[in-house]
């Protein structure tokens, strides 16, 4: 049984940090590349960043970059998005996703698994 689980969201300030983490179970996680990302009301889904299935290459959209850091532990079966310096614009549920291979991109299309989602609220 494949399931991802997404948990570590909630709300912060503004500048501060979050760590999210997507558990696999029923799969081996280093078989395939993930992405994370991320849906606000009335917004399109966004990639946010994705990696490939032993780290060596990695993505993030521009509206991250030098703020979110993609990690996995394939050992664990698990992946991590931590969130530096979050802005209100952040505020999103955000979804990690898997497809089977060894990388893939932004573009939510591409992936075949979805977890459930954790809501991230960036306010004061």
């Known amino acids: 049984h494949l399931q991802l689980v997404e948990s570590g969201g909630g709300l912060v300030q503004p500048g501060g940090s979050l760590r999210l983490s997507c558990a696999a179970s029923?799969?081996?996680?280093?078989?395939?590349?993930i992405g994370w990302f991320r849906q606000a009301p009335g917004k399109e889904r966004e990639g946010v960043s994705c990696?490939?299935?032993?780290?060596?290459?990695?993505k993030y959209a521009d509206s991250v970059k030098g703020r979110f850091t993609i990690s996995r532990d394939n050992a664990k079966n698990t992946a991590y998005l931590q969130m530096n310096s979050l802005k209100r614009e952040d505020t999103a549920r955000y979804y990690c996703?898997?497809?089977?291979?060894?990388?893939?991109?932004?573009?939510?299309?591409?992936?075949?698994?979805w977890g459930q989602g954790t809501q991230v609220t960036v306010a004061s």
């Open positions: 996703a898997i497809v089977r291979g060894y990388y893939s991109g932004l573009d939510f299309w591409d992936y075949e698994y």
């Open positions: 990696i490939s299935s032993v780290g060596e290459i990695i």
């Open positions: 029923g799969f081996t996680l280093g078989d395939y590349a």
